[in-house]
């Protein structure tokens, strides 16, 4: 009965590789979001789709690629990934303006 | 430029004491001031948040207070315990925005 789930929770990856992170909310919300935390905790937001919509797409490299296949799921791609791109992901959906659901997290780490 | 800013990075506290997380904002087009609560290896959650009609809003232990002439907003926690130990986040946003837009971040460390 989790809220908003991630997978993985772990991803240890060599630079160059691709990855991708699922997310999957079922609260029945429109929005979701992917943010960034770096090792200084600081939380940036990446992209927000609501109802399979882009609507917030921040200065991200394009090496990153949300993709939501339906409103309970958005993916996030990265490419060709680099030692900069490790940090803790997170996923999070709301059911409107403000509030918004977090999830537990998915920790890059970039060799 | 910093949408808003919060302050202290960090503070220890002792079990029982009221630990104060200020942060400030520019933009008058805010109305919604909401605090996020974040243990490690967790997502954050929303602890409380405010709109900017009120001056104080309580919820248990937690109370936000806020001053809309002077564009800052404060958590304050009674009666401080070791649980409390998290790293704590404001945030604001517009009317009509999706987007939240955090802080820096307080590290709170309650000692026994």
């Known amino acids: 009965d989790t809220a908003v789930s991630q997978t993985p929770k772990y991803l240890v990856t060599q630079m160059g590789n691709d990855k991708s992170i699922k997310c999957e909310q079922n609260l029945g919300h429109d929005t979701m979001y992917w943010y960034k935390q770096d090792s200084k905790k600081f939380l940036k937001i990446m992209f927000s789709?609501?109802?399979?919509?882009?609507?917030i797409n921040e200065t991200v490299p394009n090496r990153f690629s949300p993709k939501s296949p339906d409103k309970a799921h958005l993916n996030l791609h990265i490419n060709s990934l680099e030692l900069g791109d490790s940090a803790v992901y997170f996923c999070a959906s709301s059911p409107g303006f403000h509030t918004q659901y977090f999830g537990p997290g998915t920790r890059l780490t970039v060799l | 430029q910093q949408q808003v800013k919060q302050s202290p990075q960090s503070l220890i506290v002792q079990k029982g004491g009221i630990p104060i997380i200020n942060c400030a904002y520019e933009n008058t087009a805010f109305d919604y001031f909401p605090w996020y609560q974040q243990f490690p290896g967790k997502g954050p959650a929303l602890l409380i948040a405010?709109?900017?009609?009120?001056s104080e809003k309580k919820e248990g232990r937690f109370t936000i207070s806020f001053n809309k002439s002077a564009k800052q907003f404060s958590l304050h926690i009674m009666d401080s315990q070791p649980g409390d130990s998290a790293t704590y986040f404001c945030a604001v946003s517009r009317a009509g925005s999706y987007q939240l837009t955090f802080g820096k971040g307080t590290k709170l460390s309650v000692i026994p």
């Open positions: 789709y609501n109802n399979k919509e882009l609507i």
């Open positions: 405010i709109r900017p009609d009120v």
